[in-house]
């Protein structure tokens, strides 16, 4: 009886709280399909972090129209990807319709391919050896 007593004291504490126990389970495609899905490939300085956005300034641009500064939506989810303020990052951004403000937007996560520029130098040779720079910033 006393283990039923404590299976059930687990098993309430767990559906009561939820939240807590969420996580991101997913691992980054393939290079060749992350260039496919992806809207815009940069580099750049994260200079501005909250839950709901990441603004960059823009270092090196592989793919897309990206200007100086972009700012990225998080997509709400416990795929959010860490970004800190002041660290440089290769971002695979993807375009998904904002349901709150009915437009398309950039967004990232952890699913893509998105990491710190320090941990991404195989993708940045690949990218370079592909010829997708667009510009360089002065």
Not at 26 to 31: K, T, V
Not at 44 to 49: I, P, S, T, Y
Not at 120 to 132: F, Q
Request: proline share 3%.
């Amino acid at each position: 009886m006393k283990y039923v007593s404590l299976i059930l004291v687990i098993a309430a504490t767990v559906l009561l709280n939820p939240g807590k126990a969420s996580a991101c389970f997913c691992s980054p495609p393939a290079f060749s399909q992350s260039i496919m899905d992806a809207k815009a490939i940069f580099s750049g300085k994260a200079v501005e972090v909250s839950s709901k956005k990441v603004v960059f300034a823009v270092e090196e641009v592989w793919k897309g129209q990206v200007e100086e500064k972009i700012t990225l939506g998080m997509d709400r989810s416990s795929c959010n990807y860490p970004f800190k303020q002041g660290e440089t990052y290769l971002v695979y951004a993807l375009k998904h319709k904002d349901s709150y403000f009915s437009e398309y937007r950039l967004f990232t996560n952890s699913c893509t391919r998105t990491r710190r520029l320090g941990e991404a130098k195989e993708d940045i040779k690949k990218l370079w050896s592909l010829k997708l720079h667009q510009r360089k910033k002065a």
